[in-house]
């Protein structure tokens, strides 16, 4: 019973904050600095990266949010939640590449890159840049978002491919970091959606 209050209440903060901070084309990056946010990722990244680094990530999230209409927030927690801010995580059990962990043997058929000949299937190697990673995973967030009828948790869900005990503690855990974003943004006085 205590679980299911604990993700009840998961579920209404991750509500609140889409309700404060929605879904929208004004949610997003355009308040929001990007030395505050490279800060927040060299801060909270393991291995540590350089900040040169972290600029990187923080200017591609940001132009991701700005694309997707994501907010920033969401894409910074799953970021740190999927791989500590390690833009060349690998897990070879579950053949997830990158920064957002995107999943190769599912989205390989279904994602392409664009190179002097055209568009060509996307490799491994392709999903440990940041850019493409980026673009590729929240393109794909936006995919799942579709799929759950505009509901966050289940977009998550969908995203991480959890489902029952495990899906309530990877959205708690998402949401708590998007949490940590936005009150270490707000101590700093920095308005981020």
Request: proline share 4%; charged share 20%.
């Amino acid at each position: 019973m205590a679980r299911q209050t604990l993700f009840f209440c998961a579920f209404f903060l991750l509500v609140l904050l889409l309700f404060v901070f929605p879904l929208s084309k004004k949610a997003g990056a355009d308040s929001c600095s990007l030395s505050s946010v490279a800060r927040y990722i060299a801060s909270h990244s393991r291995p540590a990266q350089p900040l040169p680094v972290s600029f990187r990530i923080a200017g591609a999230l940001m132009a991701a949010s700005r694309r997707t209409h994501l907010p920033l927030y969401l894409l910074v927690a799953v970021a740190q939640q999927e791989s500590s801010f390690n833009p060349g995580a690998v897990n070879l059990a579950s053949g997830d590449y990158g920064l957002l962990q995107v999943h190769y043997r599912f989205w390989r058929s279904r994602l392409a890159k664009r190179s002097p000949q055209g568009l060509r299937a996307i490799r491994r190697s392709d999903l440990l840049g940041i850019d493409v990673n980026v673009r590729a995973a929240s393109l794909i967030l936006i995919h799942d978002l579709r799929l759950a009828g505009g509901d966050p948790v289940g977009m998550l869900g969908r995203f991480s491919g959890r489902v029952g005990g495990a899906h309530r503690q990877y959205v708690e855990s998402v949401l708590a970091k998007g949490m940590e974003f936005l009150g270490a943004l707000k101590r700093q006085g920095v308005l981020c959606r």
